[in-house]
């Protein structure tokens, strides 16, 4: 983790979303909905009809998806960016359903819980 990290009740989507991705790299494990919905809505501009397609609904529109992701991967400003947006793609290719998702706008980054989180001394 980070040196110097918040208190989880004062995380932003940004610490959340670092946390996660940490998380997934140092624990094998895959990427969650909310991390990827909140990546994804950070991106999202009116360039960009199918990642706001699935921002709202959860929906993968296939190739104009990840053809838009390619394009935002160019665009990134720095390594942080681009891996949320491979995060994001690896978490939208391996989806079994590429179709829209019940409850969609209720899917966003969780804030870690107190336990969860572990500070350097």
Not at 80 to 102: F, K
């Amino acid at each position: 983790m980070s040196e110097q990290q918040p208190q989880p009740d004062h995380w932003t989507d940004d610490d959340s979303i670092d946390y996660h991705l940490e998380r997934t790299l140092s624990e094998e494990v895959g990427l969650d909905a909310g991390t990827a919905r909140t990546i994804a809505a950070q991106i999202d501009s009116p360039g960009s009809p199918a990642i706001h397609t699935f921002v709202t609904t959860g929906a993968v529109v296939g190739g104009q998806f990840f053809d838009e992701l390619g394009y935002e991967m160019n665009l990134a400003a720095n390594d942080r960016e681009r891996a949320r947006i491979e995060a994001l793609a690896e978490y939208c290719a391996a989806r079994l359903d590429d179709g829209p998702v019940e409850d969609w706008s209720r899917v966003w980054v969780k804030k870690p819980g107190p336990s969860s989180v572990q500070f350097d001394d």
